[in-house]
């Protein structure tokens, strides 16, 4: 099962700073855009793994 979210990218002096809307908790920071969403793709899965080990739903999961 895919799930979307939608994804905030700002310009920063150090790059890009990602986030995504509907899970502000994953937000991460890359070089270039390119960079910044490849980032951003790790730091959700991280959240979603650290989300199973502590037994808590994502938040499009209810």
């Known amino acids: 099962m895919f799930i979307?979210?939608?994804a905030k990218y700002t310009?920063?002096?150090s790059g890009y700073l990602g986030q995504?809307?509907?899970?502000?908790e994953v937000v991460t920071e890359g070089k270039?855009?390119?960079d910044c969403r490849t980032m951003l793709r790790d730091a959700l899965q991280e959240m979603i793994l650290a989300y199973?080990?502590?037994g808590k739903n994502a938040p499009l999961d209810n």
């Open 11 to 13: 310009k920063i002096p």
């Open 20 to 24: 995504l809307i509907e899970w502000p």
């Open 4 to 6: 979307n979210f939608t």
């Open 32 to 34: 270039d855009l390119e």
């Open 52 to 54: 199973q080990q502590q």
